[in-house]
T-cell receptor, first 120, second 111 residues
Framework: DTEVTQTPKHLVMGMTNKKSLKCEQHMGHRAMYWYKQKAKKPPELMFVYSYEKLSINESVPSRFSPECPNSSLLNLHLHALQPEDSALYLC???????????????????FGEGSRLTVL | SQQGEEDPQALSIQEGENATMNCSYKTSINNLQWYRQNSGRGLVHLILIRSNEREKHSGRLRVTLDTSKKSSSLLITASRAADTASYFCATPYTGGFKTIFGAGTRLFVKA
């Protein structure tokens, strides 16, 4: 059983809708991630939050808006999406956070089961 | 791309046989990891090998790392139908916060 919980499991939305994906972890992990995965492709990194601050944005279009309300929660707000944005969206967490003085961690990721998004 | 290729892209074997998957990467790493993904579900971390290690075992899994060739292999021994999944190698960069996944190998184990 995964300790990273994602909701909803499935989401169908129109191109004019506004929706949100939610992710929660209670392992005390300090970094959280959003990945996008198309069918038969590897996951692609979208965003990384470390200590509740956005640390990495992989040039993701602004129609995807991440939010980290607290150390356990990560949201992905969706607005004006395109059909090509249909994919499996995966949330992940890792134990250590990126400190301003620089640090490293093993990068071991704990994934949720994903939210399957279909944009009509 | 910072990550290389995995081969084979797909592998079909009989239960009880061994399965070997290979991964190549392009830049220096601190460690390399392997993940498993059942169809349409989240990824599960299987094993991590550090850059100063050459081989590591975990149950039926054996991972090797050749940093001179920038390659790694994952061996699953005595495969089971439940091993049917996609397997990805992954290399973390930027202090471990930017993990790049290989293209993956889809393994099908026939009962």
């Amino acid at each position: 059983d995964t300790e990273v919980t994602q909701t909803p499991k499935h989401l169908v939305m129109g191109m004019t809708n506004k929706k949100s994906l939610k992710c929660e972890q209670h392992m005390g992990h300090r970094a959280m991630y959003w990945y996008k995965q198309k069918a038969k492709k590897p996951p692609e990194l979208m965003f990384v939050y470390s200590y509740e601050k956005l640390s990495i944005n992989e040039s993701v279009p602004s129609r995807f808006s991440p939010e980290c309300p607290n150390s356990s929660l990560l949201n992905l707000h969706l607005h004006a999406l395109q059909p090509e944005d249909s994919a499996l969206y995966l949330c992940a967490s890792s134990q250590e956070g990126l400190r301003t003085s620089g640090s490293s961690n093993t990068g071991e990721l704990f994934f949720g089961e994903g939210s399957r998004l279909t944009v009509l | 791309s910072q990550q290389g290729e995995e081969d084979p892209q797909a592998l079909s074997i009989q239960e009880g046989e061994n399965a070997t998957m290979n991964c190549s990467y392009k830049t220096s790493i601190n460690n390399l990891q392997w993940y498993r993904q059942n169809s349409g579900r989240g990824l599960v971390h299987l094993i991590l090998i550090r850059s100063n290690e050459r081989e590591k075992h975990s149950g039926r899994l054996r991972v090797t790392l050749d940093t001179s060739k920038k390659s790694s292999s994952l061996l699953i021994t005595a495969s089971r139908a439940a091993d049917t999944a996609s397997y990805f190698c992954a290399t973390p960069y930027t202090g471990g916060f930017k993990t790049i996944f290989g293209a993956g190998t889809r393994l099908f184990v026939k009962a």
